[in-house]
RNA sequence: GGGCCUGUAGCUCAGCUGGUUAGAGCGCACCCCUGAUAAGGGUGAGGUCACAGGUUCGAAUCCUGUCAGGCCCA
């Protein structure tokens, strides 16, 4: 008590000192502070303004051409999308910043099943489905259209309101939307010109129809409920039962004179009048049996299991042979005599086709040993795999079933108009009696339902528009396959690397790509049917509907008569005796990623007359590589020749701390306006640039509460900078050096005149380091590598070193001094030179510095380019004297440690200096750099000397030397007398 | 089942073409400062580089397999 009571009759030199004062809160406030942020651009038009700057001639930057994949129009934004956005928003106002034109132009996916899926059940459930079922086709169509358009509207305003509050910089006013008509025509203009490449036809394909309905369903319009339904067990003769004995090595006595079997099994008998051929998997085992008397071939992992299944008493192997042995053995079908000719099958049926490749044993992969007996009924009409093996095997898609489930005239005479339900038991009976079925039994299984119906769905061949991946184009030597390889291999650059290979992997295995759908809401193929189902599909018809969709929007096809929708067609190109006076359109319309995947030209050819294309990045999800980069590939190779897409570049997904798949049913996803509310944009913003987004993203609650320290950490730094700016304007002409300054005159100092000996000028060399290498590490996409550079900038070198060491000149110096304003000029610069880096991760805060730093000045770091190199002359020793410090303060620690010193400014050190390298540096900076009151050059070890001796100055806190009893009572250092004055 | 990818300190990640005691940040522990203070600074302890084989004088790094996870197919 007696002490403090002494101390407070001496000066108290406290309110002498220029201590560090700020408006630039510690507190960030982001959730109250950012949308006044939005506010302000969005007032100032920020991106508009941006715009027109950067094309001019002032930023001479060059133009970088990004390209947004749209998202669909679909429930609110989750983390996937904010990651999506926010490495896009990275990688456009990093280009920005250098100065680039770079525009971000966002998109919406809005067509789709989806959406209409959902609107119909809204539809249902409010009863207003009922109503339209009444109405015409095209009015009926009409009214969903209009029901999924206000769905879509809706969920991109949601969407957009998310996407601007994660203060991403697009032209949210100007979004490209995949239903407007000017797109819808841009889209239907690539068709046109694949049309005219000769790569669009049309062919059947196996898709789950709905014999109610009489229409064809996709995945999410199932619905799977049990069902009971019949196994069958049933042999098919061989051909030639030699081959089949060949095949099992089996020669002369050894052979059974009997013909063998092979044995299938099916739970659709129905489907085994469209039989035409049988899959085996070629690596398995299979076995020639005898069971009860009969030889037949299945698998041997299945022989028991089926066996005693059907409760066959005498069981014996007689060989066994690999399944590639059994490919190409022929056999005769139960039901019929001979395959159906290809002449008598519809074109599209047989495109792929050749004669004679029915009834024989082919190859697949996907045959199992979890049921069945290993080798597989195959019906390219009638099932998924059996249409793909159907095409690869160049079997016709043979498909003698109607829209309504009855058998066609194709099918033996006893069948014809017969429902397959009704069918199931028959043939079953037939077989029994004809001695084809080995065994049958009733069981219930899980099958598709249509959803509205909830009637049983079966496999059905419908005619279906494709594009040819194999088929050379018209006027080109090579295939949209083999484009798409080689510029896969060679012109296109993947970040990482590997896209490269998953991309060429997928190329390789992909089948023609299916572009129709029987939907409504979406793009209609601008296909039309006379009469006699001769179709209008040309270049020029085409062609003509696309500039009516552009007009009109491509609601016109269900609203218009044919001949008003051709009303732009000269009919030039029109198939020989296609009736006019017939004509009908058609009803497909285009899968949705041909839609986006003709946003190359739809937004980007467009809106630049061609100048933006190719497109410099594409940047998404890596699930892309199959959706949006592909699909956007082949469409361009077919038009334009080249690739859309200079680099393509990828990140991971989501995945919760465990690395498990985010699910809302498993309750591990986090909810993006949750996060913002909590941390802010820019704390969301700060974790997503310093993850590695190459591979899949742990993500955890906690990553953002770290993430919100590491921001504190930087705002504080900044914060300190600013603090100490406060009487500080860098106002020119830069003062002389060496002379005072005093306020009113420039404070700024001129690079130049920085001395090289100046820890200034070190903090500006490392400054300037960083400042380059951030740069790189942006064009590099690394924002990884940029933020952690940042944040041990502001860490290490400023806050532990340079902060640490000018503190004393900041406070304790005359307000005026040349050395303060020194340092005031570096920290005005550094300040700006960080902020500017900032920018790009952390725009708010950024901005909220750079206007602090000009005092309220109206600026905005977002109108400005990253700072160019400062090149301060900088004595070269000094990393010298940052590794005498590391070894002072190693020693300080040591001597802490022995519970000697506790406080470093009562210490000085003794440094070694051998080659003299420390000596041309102030000892006074020296001093500061380590923390220390005084440092003396020499002497073999570092050395910590106790000055507790020695005076104290009362206001710096120093022991240098210099402290004596001043005129006003107190005890001053010369340097802290004079800044007194006394 | 197939293609592509991932698996390094408690956590998030660096570790180039194989070469001395495997690095950083966070967290943690201990300490200092109290004129950046719901701040700042220092020191330190943490790793059988998923597992099992193999190639090599030598492997976190190359090869094979296993396990776990992700995306896309089937």
Redesign the pocket.
């Known amino acids: 008590m007696s002490q403090s009571a002494a101390e407070n009759k001496k000066p108290s030199?406290?309110k002498t000192?220029n201590?560090?004062k700020t408006s630039f809160p510690?507190k960030a406030n982001l959730v109250q502070n950012e949308p006044a942020s939005l506010k302000r651009w969005s007032k100032g038009k920020l991106y508009d303004a941006l715009k027109e700057e950067r094309a001019g001639t002032d930023f001479a930057g060059g133009r970088f051409v990004f390209h947004d994949g749209p998202p669909y129009a679909n429930g609110s934004i989750h983390l996937g999308h904010m990651l999506n956005k926010c490495l896009k928003d990275f990688v456009v106002r990093s280009k920005v910043m250098e100065g680039m034109s770079c525009e971000y132009v966002p998109g919406w996916d809005c067509h789709g099943l989806p959406i209409e899926h959902k609107v119909m059940q809204e539809l249902s459930e409010s009863g207003k489905l009922a109503k339209l079922q009444g109405l015409e086709e095209g009015a009926r169509r009409m009214a969903v259209r209009r029901e999924c358009k206000k769905y879509a509207e809706k969920f991109i305003k949601v969407q957009r309101v998310q996407m601007e509050r994660l203060m991403t910089l697009a032209d949210y006013d100007n979004p490209y939307l995949t239903m407007v008509p000017s797109y819808e025509g841009a889209v239907v203009e690539v068709f046109a010109e694949l049309v005219e490449r000769g790569v669009v036809y049309r062919q059947l394909k196996s898709v789950h129809w709905s014999i109610a309905n009489e229409t064809a369903l996709a995945d999410a319009e199932l619905e799977y409920y049990d069902r009971e339904d019949i196994s069958v067990y049933v042999d098919f003769e061989a051909a030639d039962a030699g081959a089949v004995y060949d095949a099992f090595g089996l020669t002369g006595e050894a052979r059974p004179d009997q013909t063998p079997c092979f044995m299938i099994w099916t739970t659709t008998p129905w489907t085994l009048a469209a039989n035409l051929g049988i899959a085996v998997h070629p690596r398995f085992e299979y076995v020639l049996a005898r069971v009860d008397g009969n030889y037949t071939v299945l698998a041997e992992g299945l022989l028991e299991k089926v066996t005693k299944q059907a409760g066959a008493e005498e069981v014996e192997i007689i060989a066994k042979a690999k399944g590639e042995a059994l490919l190409e053995l022929r056999y005769k079908h139960p039901m019929r005599d001979a395959a159906p000719a290809l002449a008598e099958l519809p074109k599209v049926a047989v495109r792929h086709a050749e004669e004679g490749r029915c009834y024989r044993v082919i190859a697949a992969?996907?045959v199992t040993l979890e049921d069945g007996t290993g080798l597989v009924h195959t019906a390219p009409g009638h099932g998924s795999?059996d249409y793909?093996t159907g095409v690869r095997e160049k079997l016709p898609i043979y498909c003698p079933v109607n829209g309504d489930g009855t058998y066609d005239g194709t099918v033996p005479e006893k069948y014809t108009g017969m429902s397959v339900w009704d069918a199931n038991e028959k043939v079953t009976e037939d077989l029994r009696t004809s001695g084809h079925l080995f065994y049958s039994h009733k069981f219930m299984h899980s099958y598709p339902h249509d959803w509205r119906g909830k009637t049983p769905v079966i496999f059905r061949a419908t005619e279906q528009w494709f594009i040819t991946v194999d088929d050379k184009a018209v006027g080109r030597s090579d295939s949209l396959r083999e484009m798409a390889l080689s510029a896969t291999a060679e012109g296109v650059r993947f970040v990482p690397d590997?896209g490269r290979?998953?991309m060429r992997?997928?190329l390789e295995?992909r089948p023609d790509w299916c572009i129709s759908r029987q939907r409504s809401w979406g793009l209609p193929i601008p296909a039309f049917y006379d009469g006699e189902g001769k179709v209008l599909l040309t270049a020029a018809s085409v062609r003509a509907i696309a500039k009516l969709f552009r007009e009109e929007g491509s609601d016109a096809w269900f609203t218009m008569e044919p001949a008003d929708l051709l009303k732009h067609y000269d009919w030039g190109d029109a198939p020989e005796g296609f009736d006019r006076a017939t004509m009908r359109t058609g009803h497909d319309i285009f899968d949705v990623w041909f839609e986006s995947g003709s946003s190359w030209n739809a937004v980007m050819r467009e809106r630049s007359g061609g100048r933006d294309y190719p497109i410099d990045l594409y940047l998404e999800?890596?699930?892309q590589?199959?959706?949006w980069f592909q699909l956007s590939l082949l469409p361009a190779l077919g038009a334009t020749g080249v690739a859309p897409f200079k680099t393509v570049l990828t990140h991971?997904?989501m995945?919760d701390?465990n690395?498990?798949?985010m699910s809302k049913s498993l309750g591990n996803t986090l909810d993006v306006e949750d996060l913002v509310k909590e941390f802010g944009a820019d704390v969301c913003r700060w974790w997503l640039a310093?993850?590695?987004y190459?591979?899949?993203?742990?993500s955890d609650h906690d990553?953002f509460r770290?993430a919100g320290?590491?921001y504190?950490?930087v705002r504080?730094?900044i914060?300190?900078m600013l603090?100490n700016l406060d009487d500080f304007t860098p106002s020119p002409p830069p003062p002389t050096p060496g002379k005072d300054c005093t306020s009113g005159e420039g404070m700024c100092v001129a690079m130049r005149d920085y001395p090289a000996e100046s820890i200034d000028a070190w903090v500006l060399g490392e400054f300037d380091k960083m400042n380059s290498a951030v740069r790189e590490a942006y064009g590099a996409y690394n924002f990884?590598g940029a933020t952690e550079l940042l944040?041990?900038f502001c860490?290490?070198t400023l806050?532990?070193v340079y902060?640490?060491a000018v503190?004393d000149r900041l406070?304790?110096d005359r307000i005026d001094s040349a050395r303060r304003r020194l340092t005031q000029s570096t920290l005005w610069d550094l300040t700006d030179g960080i902020t500017r880096l900032l920018a790009v991760v952390l725009p708010h805060t950024a901005d909220e510095a750079a206007r602090a730093l000009r005092k309220g000045e109206d600026v905005c770091v977002h109108r400005m380019t990253f700072v160019d190199s400062f090149g301060a002359p900088c004595n070269e020793n000094w990393s010298k004297a940052i590794d005498a410090r590391?070894a002072a303060?190693?020693a300080?620690?040591d001597v802490?440690?022995k519970g000697e010193l506790?406080?470093?400014l009562d210490a000085g050190i003794a440094m070694p200096d051998p080659e003299g390298v420390l000596a041309v540096f102030d000892a006074v900076d020296l001093a500061d750099l380590m923390?220390v009151s005084r440092v003396t050059l020499g002497g073999a070890d570092v050395e910590v000397q106790d000055l507790r001796g020695e005076a104290r100055c009362e206001?710096?806190?120093k022991r240098d030397g210099t402290v004596r009893e001043r005129s006003d009572g107190g005890m001053l250092s010369d340097r802290d007398a004079g800044a007194v004055g006394v």
């Not at 190459?694 to 742990?698: A, N, R, V």
Request: glycine residues 10%; hydrophobic residues 25%.
């Open positions: 030199y406290k000192l201590l560090p510690m992969e996907y795999d793909i590997w290979n998953r992997g997928m295995s999800g890596s699930d590589h199959r959706g991971g997904f995945v701390k690395g498990q798949k310093t993850i590695s190459e591979g899949d993203i742990k990553f770290t320290e590491a504190r950490k504080n730094t914060r300190f603090s990884r944040y041990n860490n290490d806050s532990a902060l640490a503190k406070y304790c590391d303060l190693k300080l620690e802490r440690a506790d406080n470093p923390g206001r710096s806190w």
